[in-house]
């Protein structure tokens, strides 16, 4: 088959995927290019973002290339998409109806493709990974030799971030992590829960009493953290497995805004924490640390595996799924995890 008849071939899938008769579609499929389905996604990838710079960033591309090519679209489609401004893409009646119409069959389409366009039948191409630092260097990049091994034709691009991403709009495949909002396209994988609890280093407590409800560790010298968000010093509610509430204030003796450190800190001897139990659990198996109140804790919700919700899932992206929690299934995570 030569390349024209796979253009002609691949907007006609478009069209019976997406359900409707896309007789708008016609002109492209008559002008036999390749380059139809690049405009195709040029024009959904900026619907998504908002802009062409955005869109340019997920596609690879230069903002001038993704605005040529979506105002090529418009011209053989003889009917304006956006309405232009200096701050943002604005569809209109035209462009919602033809997003509609197109958007699921541009994803079914580059399904397909990732999942056929493999070496030697394995998946293949980049896989885009978001997640936080410490939880992506202490669980997830030391299985990155084993997939490698399984995958060989994957090339891993990996972010280690504490930004929270938008997965369709920042272009990721997948994302590691905990709180990141569930947008339309993107479902969740649960890994485990974030259970908060409260540590202290056996340097620091030596010749101290230990507290024998959360209300006592006012007491102590605490190792608080500062929200990135809202700038306020974060407070816990904990509880326990009965479901006893009480908000935890710590006295601040420091104030740090990154789970790793204030983990580190405890460590040196500086005071209390409350830090999730993946942080907490190296030094804990190791004795760096100890448990405080081994009743109480706090649920901070899940740790999830993100991914856009496609129904021809890419290959590449789907060996990491089916992989990362294979992986952490058999290394009980979820259960090491628990502060229960």
Known sequence: MSN????NNGLRICNRVAGNPLNDLQPMV????????SHLESFVRSAETGSF????????????????NVATLEARLG????QRSTRRLTLTESGERFLQEV???LETIQGAIANVATAAGQPSGTLKVSMSPAFGLDYVLPLLQEFLTLHPAVLPDWQFDNRQVDLIADGFDAAIGGGIELTPGVVA????RAHIIAVASPAYLSGKKRPRSPAELASFNGI????????????????????????????????LNDPEAICRAAVMGLGVALVVMPHALPYLESGALVRLLPDWYTDAGPISLYFPSQK??????????????ARFQQQRLAKRFSAV
Do not use: C, Y
């Open 30 to 37: 008559e002008n036999h290019s390749m380059e139809s389905l």
């Open 224 to 255: 608080v953290m500062r929200s990135p968000q809202s700038g306020r010093i974060r407070s816990w509610v904990m509880r326990t497995a009965a479901g006893d509430p009480f908000t935890v204030e710590l006295k601040p003796r420091v104030v």
């Open 79 to 82: 009917v304006r998409l956006f």
């Open 53 to 68: 710079s955005a869109a340019a960033r997920r596609l690879g591309l230069t903002p001038a290339a993704v605005s040529k």
């Open 312 to 325: 021809l899932l890419p290959a590449k992206t789907r060996a990491f799924v089916d992989f990362i929690v």
């Open 189 to 192: 994988r649960e890994l485990a």
């Open 4 to 7: 024209d008849d796979e253009a």
């Open 103 to 105: 958007r699921g069959g």
